[in-house]
């Protein structure tokens, strides 16, 4: 079965034919597509992956993955964009493997093969990373990916998946009344990590009845790393904050076996 490697170039809209060939270019047999639902709340292990399901019905979806594969709408490309492409797209059955594409894979340099023992100059190069950047699987409409930066420069807009919050609504939080904040400590002192928690925290708290607030309040007292009078947390610093929006999301527990307080790195529903 034949194989097939499309480019994207900069500043050009459509996709375009680069190699046709019956070589494997990824190890199918060898991948193993098991994903876990993407969450910014959620840290992955090296060998795991993130996934999208129902992909086709998101905003991310490029035009090429929309349309069944015929290679005789798609133009071969020519040299000179060779050096313009900002990513590339290995097609194997109905795997598809994106690959971004900067200087680091172009290699123009003098060099040899092993097999011939020739030298070989003017004759640049470019590799192919041996895992990709993101993988579509068409048959199970899925997306998989390691990285959101890294497939958010592919798939456009798929960086709303990671909110941060304005200026305006780290302010709105900041004016909740269950916080009592200092007079020094003001927007411009909430780093993006808080403003990235302030995004996901405000859908929780905007779903919570009031008693269900206090429930939540009350456990974030419990772990003692705030403090908390009249219904308030006293925020005087970014780390005062940072422990109430871990509070909101839950992420304090304690050890069945020895009683210790820890905090949760990463969060994954089961």
């Known amino acids: 079965m ?32 098991s994903g876990v639902d993407y969450n910014p709340a959620t840290l ?42 900002s990513f590339i797209c290995t097609v194997q059955a109905d795997l598809y493997f994106f690959q971004i594409i900067n200087s680091s894979f172009y290699i123009s340099k003098k060099w040899f093969s092993i097999d011939e023992l020739t030298l070989e100059a003017d ?10 950047d993101a993988i579509y699987d068409r048959q199970s409409d899925t997306l998989y990916f390691k990285k959101l930066t890294a497939a958010q420069k592919i798939f456009k807009g798929m960086d709303q998946l990671y909110k ?7 302010q709105a939080f900041l004016d909740r009344d269950f916080l009592d904040v200092g007079a020094n ?10 403003r990235k928690r302030i995004a996901l925290v405000n859908d929780t708290l905007n779903n919570l009845s009031s008693d269900e607030k206090q429930a939540i309040y009350d456990y974030t007292n419990e772990y003692g790393k705030v ?17 109430v929006l871990w509070g909101i999301q839950q992420r304090f527990y304690t050890t069945h076996i020895g009683g210790e307080k820890r905090i949760a790195n990463s969060v994954i529903s089961i």
């Open 227 to 243: 403090t908390y009078q009249n219904g308030k947390f006293k925020i005087e610093s970014d780390d005062d904050l940072k422990f």
């Open 44 to 85: 992955i292990e090296d060998e795991e992956l993130y996934q999208l399901t129902d992909f086709s019905t998101t905003d991310f979806i490029l035009d090429f993955l929309q349309n069944d594969l015929d290679t005789v709408n798609h133009d071969q490309i020519t040299k000179a964009d060779l050096k313009k492409l």
């Open 185 to 194: 400590f003001v927007v411009r002192n909430v780093t993006i990590p808080n």
């Open 2 to 33: 034949a194989n097939y490697i499309f480019g994207k170039v900069k500043r050009k809209q459509n996709m375009f034919r680069v190699i046709e060939t019956e070589t494997e270019i990824y190890e199918i047999a060898q991948l193993n597509l």
């Open 164 to 170: 941060i919050a304005t200026e305006d609504e780290t």
């Open 123 to 132: 004759k640049p190069i470019i590799t192919i990373n041996p895992f990709a």
